[in-house]
Structures are given as structure tokens and as C-alpha cells.
């Protein structure tokens, strides 16, 4: 698939440097590596190399996707990370067709998730109260032609919002990030689907307006790498012997290594090499760019669950 002027597309220098770029036939992008044009981008393949106007240094041109969208947003709120979207899409059943209320657009990186999960007839009701960062959310995504007639934005405030425009038990799952968010719950009820997932960040008001199977969830975000030990002796070996030593090191397994590098904060660290490997690499704990969160989902009872009938099983 060849690029076109005018999309939207992904330019990776580096997982540092991401960038989200509207291709115009005389646009310029500028980053650490040089100066790239993007007619020289614009009838090229996905996944091809860019290169600078020197030459030298080169970047790749790539499709959107949820992860790249969510690197690549400009963070004018507090965002949420990869992890927790992909969570949060999982258990909002996020499934093709189904329809959810969103509010606290921010940045759209969960919008943009959400509605690639609920194509291709599904829809995303997007609210935020900010107008600022409503119209600039709304403009950002009509170059976002794969999703942009799945969403739709609304400038309301939720919280005083009836939802009127809606039909009783509609909408298959909401998910509120904002302040406040138990003020919303008599009203977002009445357009919640009977066991619709309610999510959200703050527990209150949830028994009393009969909601059930109440669970919180913290995710814990740990990267590794394997690096070379400095000063390693076969590290700077550069015959035959060496090459073949570093070839049988990259290919040993790595299965039940836990050494780590630094002062990390109790972290076990050991001496020797990764077991069934060679001690020209062990493993480094990554700096993780992410916050600490708690996620709390909960689903509507069905109108007659306070009265179950208790029904007795017995053997034949």
C-alpha cells in the first residue's frame, strides 16, 4: 500500500522520537536525524526508509495504530498508557459493532483504540468538557479516515448531561477518567446495557445504584534488556574465537535470569553470568515511562437479580 498525500501517517526515527504527521506536498519535518520532505515520503511504500536531504540519516514511514497513536499524541493531559489501554479494551468488551461512552477525551489516545476495536459499525461517544481540547481532538482525527466516522465527539459535561439523546440500555460499556465521576452514575445507568461494563477510577456510588462485581485493578509495568558487561574480555575479542563465543552467547537462553544492573530498589543481583549463557551480557531492568493507576470495573445487575430464585440441584 503506497502513501498518500494528505494521510495521516507514522514517522519513526527511534522509540524516543515518533511522530504523527499530516503529509502535504510541500511539508518539512525537522527532528535530530536532519530534514525530511515529505514529497519524498508521499507514493512510497509503508515501512520504507526516508531519507534526510544529506543522505545520511534515515526514518521510517509507518501505518497509525493504536500503540503509535498513543506515543505520538501531544501529552496536554495525563495519559494513559499502552498497558492500560489495551486492559481497558479488554474488559469494556470493546468487540466489533458494540457501542461505548467515553468522557474525558485528553488527548484521544483511548478514543483511537476504542473505536479500531469496535469497527467496523460500532461507535465511540467521545464527551469532553474542556472546548479547547474539544475542538482540538476533533480536528486532529478527521485525518484519521479509517475511524473518524466511528466516533463521535460531544463539548458537553457529562455530569449535568441527561443523556436524552440516547435509548434506554443502548450502549454496551462507559468509561469515565475524570473528576468526580460518581456524580455521573443515575444517568449513565438509564443508557447502560443489563451487565454492561461501568469503568471507572473512583469507587463510590456504585452499590446503591445497583451495580455488582466491583473489582480494582493496578497494573505494574516492567521492562528488561540485555546488555554487554563493560570491560568484558571476550566482549573485545575480534578473531574468530571471539565472534564464535558472541554468537553462542546470543543464542544460549536466557530462562531463569534474574540479574539485574544499578542500585535498583530490591532487586536481587548476582555476580555471575545468565544462566546457560556467557558473561558478556546480563539483564537491566529498563526505566518504564508510566504512572501508578487503579482501574475499577463493575457491570449493572439485571433488573430481577435482587430476587433471584434459589434453585436446589439435585442427584438423579
Same mark, same amino acid.
Given at each position: ?14 522509540e524516543e522520537c515518533i511522530d504523527l504527521v499530516k503529509l502535504t506536498s510541500d511539508g ?8 525530511? /520532505? ?10 520504507? &526508509? ?25 501529552? &496536554? ?9 489495551? +486492559? ?17 477525551t485528553g488527548t484521544g489516545c483511548l478514543t483511537y483504540a476504542l473505536a479500531s476495536c469496535v469497527l467496523p459499525k460500532g461507535i465511540v461517544h467521545s464527551f469532553e468538557y474542556n ?31 441527561? +443523556? ?41 456510588? /456504585? ?11 493496578? /497494573? ?11 570491560? %568484558? ?7 574468530? %574465537? ?10 544460549? !537462553? ?16 548476582? %555476580?555471575? !553470568?545468565?544462566?546457560?549463557?556467557? !558473561? ?16 475499577? +470495573? ?17 442427584? /438423579?
Amino acid at each position: 500500500m503506497l502513501v498518500k498525500e494528505n494521510h495521516s501517517v507514522i514517522l519513526y526515527t527511534d522509540e524516543e522520537c515518533i511522530d504523527l504527521v499530516k503529509l502535504t506536498s510541500d511539508g518539512v519535518l525537522t527532528n535530530k536525524k536532519g530534514t525530511f /520532505l515529505h514529497k519524498d515520503i508521499i507514493g512510497k511504500k509503508y515501512g520504507s &526508509k526516508i531519507y534526510d536531504s544529506t543522505c545520511r540519516n534515515y526514518i521510517y514511514v509507518l501505518k497509525r495504530t493504536p500503540e503509535f497513536i498513543a506515543i505520538s499524541l501531544k501529552k &496536554k493531559t495525563q495519559t494513559l498508557y499502552e498497558h492500560d489501554i489495551s +486492559f481497558i479494551c479488554l474488559l469494556c468488551n470493546a468487540l466489533p459493532n458494540n457501542k461505548i461512552i467515553e468522557a474525558g477525551t485528553g488527548t484521544g489516545c483511548l478514543t483511537y483504540a476504542l473505536a479500531s476495536c469496535v469497527l467496523p459499525k460500532g461507535i465511540v461517544h467521545s464527551f469532553e468538557y474542556n472546548e479547547e481540547r474539544y475542538e482540538e481532538v476533533r480536528k486532529e482525527f478527521s485525518n484519521f479516515e479509517n475511524v473518524r466516522n466511528n466516533i463521535k465527539f460531544h463539548h458537553k459535561d457529562v455530569i449535568n448531561y441527561s +443523556f436524552v439523546e440516547f435509548e434506554p440500555g443502548e450502549i454496551d460499556s462507559v468509561f469515565l477518567d475524570m473528576p468526580n465521576p460518581w456524580l455521573c452514575v443515575p444517568n449513565i445507568k438509564k443508557v447502560l446495557k443489563e451487565r454492561g461494563v461501568f469503568v471507572y477510577k473512583i469507587i463510590d456510588a /456504585l452499590e446503591e445504584n445497583h451495580f455488582c462485581e466491583i473489582v480494582t485493578y493496578e /497494573l505494574v509495568n516492567k521492562s528488561w534488556e540485555i546488555i554487554r558487561n563493560k570491560g %568484558s574480555a571476550a566482549g573485545s575479542k575480534r578473531g574468530s %574465537s571471539g565472534l564464535l563465543e558472541a554468537a553462542n552467547a546470543r543464542s544460549a !537462553p536466557f530462562e531463569g535470569a534474574n540479574e539485574r544492573s544499578g542500585p535498583l530498589e530490591g532487586a536481587n543481583q548476582r %555476580s555471575g !553470568p545468565l544462566e546457560g549463557g556467557n !558473561p558478556i551480557y546480563r539483564l537491566r531492568q529498563k526505566e518504564n515511562k508510566t504512572h501508578t493507576g487503579y482501574l475499577i +470495573f463493575s457491570k449493572k445487575q439485571l433488573s430481577d437479580e435482587e430476587e433471584q430464585i434459589d434453585i436446589e440441584l439435585k442427584g /438423579l
